[in-house]
């Protein structure tokens, strides 16, 4: 960060417009990373009114991109299309064929968030196209995986499999670490949902191995989460904490808020098996105080649903019906069709 606010001073003072803009998005997107995503919001919005007036049509593609991994990252998907949609005009119109790839990418992500998986697949394929023609391999591995989140989300797990092995393999040739650490994580998810939970231990250790090799804290947290998960899966609940609390240190240290609200969410589900409903309540809280003040509704809407859960069991009838409201509003607003639906259902059990 320090860089990119030694960058900017300089180019402001010499008056590089141009760079201007682009240190700005570089700031734009160290915070997206810390999960800070209204300021990453605002030097994305910097770097595009700049690019916008002095005409870098690259540039601009560009910023439109981070916005859009901003939006989508609050779980805004309308927003993020609209923003992966006018990257993906101007990389077309410019003959950027990389950005195209990624803007591709990044409407496949919405799409799939959405439930809507044929989109999101041709999304996918598109994007996996071009990366091989241009021979961009790491693109190439990204759209693998993304194929391989459709087919996992559609049940069809070995496809899955196949998608993360072929995503795996490349990262390997090309010495992509963290993209290796994600192929392994993507693996690990898979084995846990069939049940394989040795073999998902090993694909998350393994995925942790890296992450912490190469210094990814982010992605460090993200592998003692699933392995939270995994552990708590077999019933295994103290483990499952001890992972779940790990994450939410790197989290909280590094200054991931988004993550930070989903590593209580996932405390809360714990604490919910465990039938200690009060401290349930109290993770659920704390990840709704922090979802809603960065504006993360897709997590706040999970929190909500989930505190439902916990009232029901409580017989807290009244508290049960308003938190399953409130996490109804809040699908339906993000477009989450059946998650409306799974709320119906818990409101006509109550």
Same mark, same amino acid.
């Given at each position: 960060?320090?860089?990119?606010?030694?960058?900017?001073?300089?180019?402001?003072?010499?008056?590089?417009?141009?760079?201007?803009?682009?240190?700005?998005?570089?700031?734009?997107?160290?915070?997206?990373?810390?999960?800070?995503?209204?300021?990453?919001?605002?030097?994305?919005?910097?770097?595009? #009114?700049?690019? @916008?007036?002095? /005409?870098?049509?690259?540039? =601009?593609? !560009? &910023? $439109?991109? %981070? *916005?859009?991994?901003? +939006?989508?990252?609050?779980?805004?998907?309308?927003?993020?299309?609209?923003?992966?949609?006018?990257?993906?005009?101007?990389?077309?119109?410019?003959?950027?064929?990389g950005g195209e790839a990624k803007s591709y990418r990044g409407l496949g992500n919405v799409y799939y968030s959405l439930g809507e998986y044929q989109k999101a697949s041709e999304f996918y394929q598109q994007s996996? #196209?071009?990366? @091989?023609?241009? /021979?961009?391999?790491?693109? =190439?591995? !990204? &759209? $693998?995986? %993304? *194929?391989?989140?459709? +087919?996992?989300?559609?049940?069809?797990?070995?496809?899955?499999?196949?998608?993360?092995?072929?995503?795996?393999?490349?990262?390997?040739?090309?010495?992509?670490?963290?993209?290796?650490?994600?192929?392994?994580?993507?693996?690990?998810?898979?084995?846990?949902?069939?049940?394989?939970?040795?073999?998902?231990?090993?694909?998350?250790?393994?995925?942790? #191995?890296?992450? @912490?090799?190469? /210094?990814?804290?982010?992605? =460090?947290?993200? &592998? $003692?989460?699933? *392995?939270?998960?995994? +552990?708590?899966?077999?019933?295994?609940?103290?483990?499952?904490?001890?992972?779940?609390?790990?994450?939410?240190?790197?989290?909280?240290?590094?200054?991931?808020?988004?993550?930070?609200?989903?590593?209580?969410?996932?405390?809360?589900?714990?604490?919910?098996?465990?039938?200690?409903?009060?401290?349930?309540?109290?993770?659920?809280?704390?990840?709704? #105080?922090?979802? @809603?003040?960065? /504006?993360?509704?897709?997590? =706040?809407?999970? &929190?909500?649903?989930? *505190?439902?859960?916990? +009232?029901?069991?409580?017989?807290?009838?009244?508290?049960?019906?308003?938190?399953?409201?409130?996490?109804?509003k809040l699908f339906q607003a993000l477009g989450l069709a059946a998650d409306v639906q799974k709320c119906d259902r818990a409101i006509r059990r109550l």
């Amino acid at each position: 960060m320090r860089f990119h606010k030694k960058s900017l001073a300089i180019t402001r003072e010499i008056g590089d417009r141009g760079g201007e803009a682009k240190s700005y998005r570089g700031l734009g997107n160290v915070y997206y990373s810390l999960g800070e995503y209204q300021k990453a919001s605002e030097f994305y919005q910097q770097s595009l #009114a700049i690019t @916008r007036e002095i /005409g870098d049509r690259g540039g =601009e593609a !560009k &910023s $439109y991109r %981070g *916005l859009g991994n901003v +939006y989508y990252s609050l779980g805004e998907y309308q927003k993020a299309s609209e923003f992966y949609q006018q990257s993906l005009a101007i990389t077309r119109e410019i003959g950027d064929r990389g950005g195209e790839a990624k803007s591709y990418r990044g409407l496949g992500n919405v799409y799939y968030s959405l439930g809507e998986y044929q989109k999101a697949s041709e999304f996918y394929q598109q994007s996996l #196209a071009i990366t @091989r023609e241009i /021979g961009d391999r790491g693109g =190439e591995a !990204k &759209s $693998y995986r %993304g *194929l391989g989140n459709v +087919y996992y989300s559609l049940g069809e797990y070995q496809k899955a499999s196949e998608f993360y092995q072929q995503s795996l393999a490349i990262t390997q040739e090309i010495g992509d670490r963290r993209g290796e650490a994600n192929s392994y994580n993507n693996l690990g998810i898979v084995y846990q949902s069939l049940g394989e939970y040795q073999k998902a231990i090993e694909f998350h250790q393994q995925s942790l #191995a890296i992450t @912490r090799e190469i /210094g990814d804290r982010k992605g =460090e947290a993200n &592998s $003692y989460n699933n *392995l939270g998960i995994v +552990y708590q899966s077999l019933g295994e609940y103290q483990k499952a904490i001890e992972f779940h609390q790990q994450s939410l240190a790197i989290k909280r240290e590094i200054g991931d808020r988004g993550g930070e609200a989903y590593s209580y969410n996932n405390l809360g589900n714990v604490y919910q098996s465990l039938g200690e409903y009060q401290k349930a309540i109290e993770f659920y809280q704390q990840s709704l #105080a922090i979802t @809603r003040e960065i /504006g993360n509704r897709g997590v =706040e809407a999970k &929190s909500w649903f989930n *505190l439902g859960v916990t +009232y029901d069991k409580l017989k807290r009838i009244s508290e049960a019906e308003e938190a399953y409201l409130q996490a109804r509003k809040l699908f339906q607003a993000l477009g989450l069709a059946a998650d409306v639906q799974k709320c119906d259902r818990a409101i006509r059990r109550l």
